[in-house]
């Protein structure tokens, strides 16, 4: 079992920069995929990126890529989403989540951070 706590977010102008962290506990974060789900007011859970166990393949969603880059530390059971040019459409609750398996559903995990808010203001 792994637990998940997100820090970083907050309130940023239109094209700034955030970075979020999430850090695990447990002995075995390197072996999890890692990945960050947000959800907006109103709206179901997003996939935003995905990241595997050794951090060798990473997946972003099509309204994030170019803009979002996922990262991990092993020696610091820490998951990272640098979010730049932020738009005011990218404001939501941004959850950490863990699992098992690369491939999948992309918004299905097995553990899930309690979030974090980031709000982008115009």
């Known amino acids: 079992q792994v637990q998940l706590v997100e820090s970083g977010g907050g309130l940023v102008q239109a094209g700034g920069s955030l970075r979020l962290s999430c850090a695990a506990s447990g002995r075995t974060f390197g072996s999890y995929t890692m990945g960050w789900v947000r959800q907006a007011p109103g709206k179901e859970r997003e996939f935003v990126a995905r990241i595997s166990w050794n951090g060798v393949r990473t997946y972003n969603a099509g309204s994030v890529k170019g803009r979002f880059t996922i990262s991990r530390d092993n020696a610091k059971n820490t998951v990272y989403l640098q979010m730049d040019s932020l738009k005011p459409e990218d404001t939501a609750v941004y959850y950490c989540?863990?699992?098992?398996?690369?491939?999948?559903?992309?918004?299905?995990?097995?553990?899930w951070g309690q979030g974090t808010q980031v709000t982008v203001s115009s």
């Open positions: 989540a863990a699992r098992s398996s690369y491939r999948g559903d992309d918004v299905k995990y097995d553990y």
